[in-house]
T-cell receptor, first 114, second 112 residues
Framework: DAGVTQSPTHLIKTRGQHVTLRCSPI?????VSWYQQVLGQGPQFIFQ???????GRGNFPDRFSARQFPNYSSELNVNALLLGDSALYLC?????????????FGPGTRLTVL | RKEVEQDPGPFNVPEGATVAFNCTYS??????FFWYRQDCRKEPKLLMS???SGNEDGRFTAQLNRASQYISLLIRDSKLSDSATYLC?????????????FGAGTTVTVRA
């Protein structure tokens, strides 16, 4: 079975630009979460979506937004990129919203902002 | 104060050794706890969930101390393949929802 897939794998942008990252969850998983991982740190929670609705939001500015589509895939959008947005962006899917569910992570999108 | 704090290590141990490390969490209402493993430049993968009574999975043993708000992981008979960063993860919301907080990770290097 296919795991969580993310695209693109790498991306280079300049300050002020906009970026869209994509994620396809494991088949049957309805919950998708997004995380930002800066080098040397653990992943930081950005958003959780379940059944196309936002269920949780981390401490990130409004430049970050996301949505989930009817097929449960998801997009993360970041506007007005800053140098500090350079990070590995991870998407994770799980069966539902229970905090006991295992999170399955995709390989991530490595974003570099110049 | 960070929600989840871990000793960053690195723990450099010989094959066959036992290594143990802790993580502490700040939210006493946290509901579920996990250890994830992350290899260099790879995505995190679930190593084990942590239950109140403590649990064991092969060479790995996890303990939860709610009173002191810490979680531990012990690796027995270390293998070279155990070299990785171990992330302590705490679910800060209820059982029917989640906001996962990750520690910065503890790096373990097992040498031959």
């Amino acid at each position: 079975d296919a795991g969580v897939t993310q695209s693109p794998t790498h991306l280079i942008k300049t300050r002020g630009q906009h970026v869209t990252l994509r994620c396809s969850p494991i088949s049957g998983h309805k919950s998708v979460s997004w995380y930002q991982q800066v080098l040397g740190q653990g992943p930081q929670f950005i958003f959780q979506y379940y059944e196309k609705e936002e269920r949780g939001r981390g401490n990130f500015p409004d430049r970050f937004s996301a949505r989930q589509f009817p097929n449960y895939s998801s997009e993360l959008n970041v506007n007005a990129l800053l140098l500090g947005d350079s990070a590995l962006y991870l998407c994770a899917s799980s069966l539902g919203t229970s905090g006991y569910n295992e999170q399955f992570f995709g390989p991530g999108t490595r974003l570099t902002v110049l | 104060r960070k929600e989840v704090e871990q000793d960053p290590g690195p723990f450099n141990v010989p094959e066959g050794a036992t290594v143990a490390f802790n993580c502490t969490y700040s939210n006493s209402a946290s509901q579920s706890f996990f250890w994830y493993r992350q290899d260099c430049r790879k995505e995190p993968k679930l190593l084990m969930s942590v239950y109140s009574s403590g649990n064991e999975d092969g060479r790995f043993t996890a303990q939860l101390n709610r009173a002191s708000q810490y979680i531990s992981l012990l690796i027995r008979d270390s293998k070279l393949s155990d070299s990785a960063t171990y992330l302590c993860v705490v679910n800060e919301v209820g059982a029917n929802d989640y906001k996962l907080s990750f520690g910065a990770g503890t790096t373990v290097t097992v040498r031959a």
